[in-house]
C-alpha cells in the first residue's frame, strides 16, 4: 500500500532536518570527545598526520551512531514545531486528522532508524572500533616494554567458538597463569590451567606445573584429570598473535558480548556489567523511536520554532535521558531491577511520558 500524501510530506520534511542533525551532533561530539584526546595522543606517542586522519574517520562511526538519535529527536521538534507554527497542524486537524493519525508516520521512521542504528552499531562500529584501537596501539607501545596482563584470546570454527584462552601476564616469549577451554561443537572437551609457559623454537607452547581436565562427549560423567609438570600444548598461535585483546564494549557485536559473557561466567566473576551492556547496546539503539514520538509531541506543543530552539530543547531532554540511564544503570548493577529492564529504563519512563503528551495533546 502506498504511502498516503501526509505521511510522504512528514518523511519528506523529517529528511534534511536529519541529515543536519546527524552533521552537528557528530562535529559536536567529535570535538568534545575523540579529536581533542587524539591531538594529544599524536604529540605524545609521535603518530603522523596520515594515521592522525585515519584514527578520526575510524572513530567517526561510534559518534556517528551516538549522534543518530540526538539527530532523530531534533528534526522531529525541529519539524513539527515548524508544522503547527505554521498552521499546518490545525489544518490538519480541522480536516479530521488526529494527533495519533499524524504519528504514524513518525512510528515507522522511527523503527527504521532504530534497526539501520542496531545493524549499523552490529557491523560497522566494532569493526571500524577495533582497527583504530590496534593502529593506535601500534603507535603506543612501540617504545614500551613487551609486558601485557589479562589477555584473551577466542579462537572460532564454523562461527562456534573452538579454544578460548586467557592468559594473565605475557614478556615475550613467556606467559603467566594460562587458562586454555576447548570446545567441539559448542561443548567443552578439555581445560588446561598452567602457572607458566613459553614458545618453544620448534614451534608449540610448552606449559609448566599445570592440570589437564578432558571431557569426553560420549560420557560426560567420566571426567580425566592429569597433573604435569611440563606438557606440550598444540597451539597454533605464536606470541605475536597473543596480543592484549580485551575490547571495549564499542568494539564488540552482541555475539561477542555474550562469548565474553560466558567466559567471565566461567572463570567464577560476576557478569553484571557486561549483561547490562549487552541490553543497552539494543536500547540505545531503539532510543530514536522513543525520541521520534517524544519530539513530534514537544514540536506540536506552542513555542517558537528556530533550529536553536530545536537544538536547545533536543540537548535538554537528551541530558534528562542521560540522568534515567545512569538510574536504570544504578538499578541493574544492583540488581534491584532485571538488566533487561533497567537498560530499557529510559526508554519505558521517555515513552509513558510521551504516551500522556499525546492524550494531553489530543483533548486540545
Not at 18 to 44: M, P
Not at 183 to 211: A, C, D, Q, V
Amino acid at each position: 500500500m502506498k504511502l498516503k500524501i501526509i505521511d510522504r510530506y512528514i518523511a519528506q520534511e523529517l529528511f534534511m532536518p536529519f541529515i543536519s542533525g546527524v552533521l552537528a551532533f557528530t562535529t559536536i561530539l567529535s570535538g568534545s570527545t575523540i579529536l581533542f584526546q587524539l591531538v594529544g595522543d599524536a604529540i605524545k606517542y609521535s603518530i603522523p598526520l596520515s594515521s592522525l586522519l585515519l584514527l578520526i574517520i575510524l572513530k567517526l562511526p561510534y559518534v556517528i551512531a551516538l549522534s543518530i538519535p540526538m539527530a532523530t529527536l531534533f528534526s522531529t521538534i525541529s519539524v513539527f514545531g515548524r508544522l503547527g507554527n505554521d498552521l499546518e497542524i490545525l489544518a490538519l486537524r480541522a480536516h479530521g486528522v488526529s494527533i495519533s493519525r499524524l504519528l504514524i508516520p513518525v512510528v515507522i521512521i522511527g523503527i527504521c532508524i532504530s534497526l539501520v542504528n542496531l545493524w549499523f552499531n552490529e557491523e560497522v562500529v566494532p569493526k571500524s572500533s577495533t582497527t583504530a584501537r590496534n593502529l593506535f596501539l601500534s603507535f603506543r607501545d612501540s617504545d614500551t616494554p613487551s609486558i601485557q596482563t589479562n589477555i584473551n584470546v577466542t579462537e572460532y570454527k564454523d562461527k562456534l567458538p573452538y579454544r578460548i584462552i586467557n592468559v594473565q601476564e605475557k614478556e615475550g616469549v613467556n606467559l603467566k597463569n594460562i587458562t586454555v577451554a576447548e570446545y567441539e561443537t559448542g561443548s567443552l572437551i578439555r581445560l588446561i590451567r598452567s602457572k607458566t609457559g613459553k614458545w618453544i623454537t620448534e614451534g608449540g607452547w610448552e606449559f609448566y606445573n599445570g592440570i589437564m581436565h578432558i571431557f569426553p562427549q560420549n560420557n560426560p560423567k567420566h571426567i580425566s584429570i592429569i597433573e604435569f609438570e611440563k606438557e606440550l600444548i598444540n597451539i597454533e598461535l605464536r606470541p605475536a598473535d597473543l596480543i592484549n585483546r580485551n575490547k571495549n564494549i564499542e568494539e564488540m557485536n552482541r555475539k561477542e558480548v555474550i562469548d565474553k559473557i560466558n567466559f567471565i561466567k566461567k572463570t567464577g566473576q560476576d557478569p553484571i556489567k557486561l549483561i547490562m551492556d549487552y541490553h543497552m547496546k539494543v536500547s540505545i539503539a531503539f532510543s530514536s523511536l522513543i525520541y521520534c514520538i517524544l519530539g513530534a509531541c514537544m514540536g506540536l506543543k506552542p513555542h517558537r520554532s528556530s533550529s536553536s530552539v530545536g537544538i536547545g530543547l533536543s540537548l535538554l531532554i537528551i541530558f534528562g535521558y542521560i540522568i534515567l540511564m545512569s538510574i536504570g544503570m544504578g538499578f541493574g548493577l544492583s540488581r534491584i531491577l532485571p538488566p533487561i529492564l533497567a537498560a530499557w529504563f529510559p526508554n519505558i519512563i521517555i515513552g509513558l511520558f510521551s504516551i500522556t503528551l499525546i492524550r494531553k495533546l489530543a483533548t486540545q
